[in-house]
């Protein structure tokens, strides 16, 4: 099992920065890509970003040129800097993890609300 906690989301106007943090504990040598995920009420839950255990990216239209991923597989840790907020990048951001090569899972984080003000 893996187990994600995230951090570091909060208010900050227009234009500012966040980055946020998720760790990753327990068996964490399985896991593969780790990836931002976001969702607004009512909304379906949409990707911001991806990366790959060997430190491929992928990032979703709306921010890139704006984010940036980057992990440090020694701490299990996955980070996400976001620069020039709009208010319509405020959501809940959700951490997941993928891996296992028999047996393949998802897991997610509890989320991080993000709230931007304009």
């Known amino acids: 099992q893996v187990q994600l906690v995230e951090s570091g989301g909060g208010l900050v106007q227009a234009g500012g920065s966040l980055r946020l943090s998720c760790a990753a504990s327990?068996?964490?040598?399985?896991?593969?890509?780790m990836g931002w995920y976001r969702q607004a009420p009512g909304k379906q839950r949409e990707l911001v970003t991806s990366?790959?255990?060997?430190?491929?990216?992928n990032y979703a239209d709306p921010v890139k040129g704006r984010s940036t991923i980057a992990r440090d597989n020694a701490k299990n840790t996955v980070y996400l800097q976001m620069n020039s907020l709009k208010p319509e990048d405020a959501d809940v951001y959700y951490c997941?993890?993928?891996?296992?090569?028999?047996?393949?899972?998802?897991?997610w984080g509890q989320g991080t609300q993000v709230t931007v003000s304009s």
């Open positions: 997941d993890a993928v891996g296992g090569a028999m047996t393949p899972f998802v897991y």
């Open positions: 327990g068996t964490t040598f399985s896991i593969n890509d």
């Open positions: 990366i790959t255990n060997s430190g491929r990216t």
